[in-house]
């Protein structure tokens, strides 16, 4: 078991997405100055399959897709709360299994009740 | 077990990167190669001996190609979003343990750039941000196949994380941690099985405890990666390409890296939790046969991939959440249940007397004998309408 402090691991993770993003950044330039440059009108246009666009794109969709966003919330939560408890799951015995399982059921009921409302349906 | 200090994780951070996009362009290669093999063709055979050049090629002529940004478009974020995917799927790869400590040139380090006690939450949570590229790229675009491929992505990305997390939380039970060298020794014993005086030796792996929690994985990470049967995002029959629509030269190449990096390093990961990583006959005492393993069984996972895209054809949206929501959710919470019960079992934390096993396997026998004969009871008789 290690037992030093994991600090410089982080160090290490933040220092390589810092290399990461130079990387790209850096491969993104060399494009930058490799790569012709001969802007135009019809390049500057929103691609539509070669008819010219009518009506600018409105950012607007169906509210299903707030729905979903919801639903990953309330479960991505509830493994938040999962995960802790699978690690230490030896330790808590019976009596963690039987907190979960209640909270578990409080849950599906939830979820039961999402999908018979047809939060889940998309048709 | 040594103290990698800062220098060397930062190098083999950086080796590690660099293998990894190597590993990229070769992943298009492998994946032209094996596609046209499926579909009776050759692939690429100009660039060099087997075409083993054309990688090479395609980032030259990438490189060269016109950086092009939409008149109506968000600059700054349509500039800055693939940067982010990049990043985010090679960060991926520098906690993934390639092996304990090594010995290279008589210099004692460890194969792994960060030890960190979470680092399967950190894969987990890279591969969540990693959809703010996508979605910010497509709002940015001002285009409405992009809009269209980023929420699509976003719906998708978000549903099977859940999934995928869930899936693993199995394993992050058994092994009793969330850091991946633990998970990973924790696969190296033996187990031994005592059947009918025969003595079988099986190695710990993941795969053979969990199972369920393996497909539910694999059906899960090929989602998570917008990958073929899964790749509403970018349906090119409906949505020209999606989210990357508006993007070219190498901002488009960008997108296309952080896509394959990350395959190859939910590949990765996958084979660090199911298929014991660097374990296998012989990986402790010869040098360098762990790495061997770990990219075998990668390489085998990345095969997988690609049979599957040269298999199946796309799914439909509704059928893509319904599987995530309806069938692989409910599937790994049952898992994660079932474990920890048997797990309470092992531990002899409860025990259960022979009389309820018996009445156990009675009651289900019965209800399976009851549901097929109720499902044939069910079935539409043919020839009723037959004849109209």
Redesign the interface.
Known sequence: M?T?L?G??????G???L???A???A??T???I?????PS?A???????GVPEVV??K?R?TPR?YV??M??VV??IE?IF??PW?????GL??YG?LA??AF?FLL?DG?IYA?KKGA???? | ?V?NP?WV??IV??VL?FVTLTGMAYMTWFERKVLARFQDRLGPTRTGPFGLMQPLADAVK???????????ADRVVFLLA??VI??TA??GV??IPFGGAISIFGFELNLF?????VGA??ILALGSVGVYGIVLGA?A?????S?LGG?RA??QV??Y??VL??SL??I??LA???SLREILVAQQDDLIFNLFGLSISLPNWYILSQPIAFVVYLIAAVAETNRAPFDLPEAESEL?AGFH??YS???F??YFLGEYINMIVISLFASTLFLGGTDGPGAASVWGLGVVYLLAKTVMFLFFYLWLRATLPRFR??QL??IA??VL??VA?LN??FT??V??IA?D??TIPAWVWIVAAVVLAGVLVLTSLNDRANRPRPSAQAGD
């Open positions: 290690n030093q994991y410089s691991d982080w160090v290490v993770i220092i390589l997405i290399a990461a993003a990387l790209g950044y491969l993104l060399l494009n930058q490799i790569a012709p440059s001969k009108a390049k500057a246009a929103p691609y539509e399959s600018a794109t950012p969709f897709f979903v966003a639903l990953f479960f991505d493994a999962i995960f699978a690690v230490v799951f030896d015995g019976l299994f979960m399982l578990m599906f979820f999908w889940l349906e998309w048709a | 077990m103290d800062l994780a930062l951070g950086g990167m990438l490189l060269g190609k016109e950086d092009l940004v939409p008149a109506a693939p940067i990049f990043v090679i960060v520098s906690v750039a960060a030890d960190v006690n939450l950190v709002f675009s001002a285009n409405r196949f809009l929420l976003a719906a978000i549903s994380e859940v997390g869930l939380v199995g992050f039970m009793g941690s969330l020209v629509t508006e030269g190498f901002r190449s960008l949206f509704d959440m319904g929501w309806k959710l409910p919470l994660i249940l920890a019960f797990r309470l531990n934390e409860i």
